[in-house]
């Protein structure tokens, strides 16, 4: 039996509570690594935060993305030059909410057909296909990618380093009770089946990335802020926004991970959100890439002051790689 929007979101805690720690990725020993938290319409300014870091000369051998953090990523990797942070952002300043989620009657609709999900994922489809262009397979990206999704019968967080781009993408978007779980292949058959919005086990995946066991691993996060938004509050009716507050309360992939040496994280503060109705609402996109711009350009500032081999070609590093 079909469930419907509220039934999706039930899944999904349930999912949660029985969810176990991604499998431990192969080790590949990159370099740098970029890991992209989800937050919706807030990758507004995580596309800023990436193009400072791309303008800096930092360029990830490896990017893990979740959500929109996903799409964001997916686009570094399939794009690695120094034009595609300007890319990314003009790809925001694409999106509206309505081409996104459709009116209201699209969410009147699909929930009177018990669909999945409170909104038709046609809108979303349609501009991921027209944002990855001929790519169709995640393992085709230049730069090794890693998408996560949340396998809705186990529970289980999964990282995808192949599979159809466009679902996968899609899957890592789904946020439960707002857009449709995505049918996606696993060849091992253990993950094949339904997936949701990778941010519901791990919105921050800090730990998979270590686990690759990186130099260092640059993260920008924008998930917080989420908490700044008109229609995220205690007690809120909003769907989205009790996706997303289930998604922070479980959130993985922090703890001690968010201290150890090779990490560095800029957030997004929560000032620029306040001015969103909800986490859907794409009409402040330039506000959000000014704000991300700031965050990154304030953190690595920070971040080179503190540690001198962090900046790219400098005679630190270059004298870390010769005796690592």
């Not at 192969?26 to 890991?35: A, C, D, H, S, W």
């Not at 990758?43 to 990436?50: D, I, K, L, T």
């Not at 998930?223 to 909003?238: C, E, F, I, N, Q």
Request: include cysteine; hydrophobic fraction near 45%.
């Amino acid at each position: 039996m079909a469930l419907g929007p509220i039934g999706s979101l039930a899944a999904s805690a349930r999912a949660t509570l029985v969810r176990r720690d991604a499998e431990p990725p192969v080790p590949t020993r990159p370099g740098t690594v970029l890991v992209l938290s989800g937050g919706a319409a807030l990758g507004a300014a995580q596309a800023g935060m990436v193009r400072v870091l791309l303008d800096a000369g930092i360029v990830p051998d490896a990017v893990v993305g979740v959500s929109a953090g996903a799409i964001n990523g997916a686009h570094v990797a399939f794009h690695p030059t120094p034009e595609a942070g300007e890319q990314l952002e003009d790809l925001w300043r694409s999106l509206s909410t309505y081409g996104v989620i459709g009116g209201r009657g699209s969410w009147a609709w699909n929930v009177l057909r018990l669909r999945t999900g409170a909104f038709p994922a046609e809108g979303l489809r349609h501009e991921l296909e027209e944002a990855v262009g001929e790519h169709s397979d995640v393992a085709d990206s230049p730069t090794e990618l890693h998408i996560g999704t949340t396998h809705l019968a186990s529970g289980d967080p999964v990282f995808h380093t192949s599979g159809p781009l466009v679902d996968v993408l899609l899957a890592s978007s789904a946020l439960p009770g707002l857009f449709p779980a995505v049918d996606l292949p696993d060849p091992s058959g253990r993950h094949a089946g339904l997936h949701v919005d990778g941010a519901v086990t791990a919105i921050l995946p800090i730990t998979y990335a270590l686990a690759l066991e990186p130099r260092h691993v640059w993260v920008l996060d924008v998930s917080g802020a989420v908490r700044a938004t008109a229609a995220y509050h205690p007690g809120s009716l909003d769907l989205v926004s009790n996706g997303f507050a289930l998604a922070l309360k479980r959130q993985v992939g922090l703890g001690d991970a968010g201290h150890d040496p090779r990490v560095t994280c800029i957030s997004l503060r929560m000032r620029p959100a306040a001015k969103l109705r909800s986490v859907l609402d794409f009409d402040h996109t330039e506000d959000l890439i000014e704000a991300g711009r700031r965050e990154a350009e304030e953190g690595l500032a920070h971040a080179f002051a503190l540690r001198p081999d962090l900046i790219p070609g400098s005679a630190a590093r270059s004298h870390g790689d010769r005796t690592a």
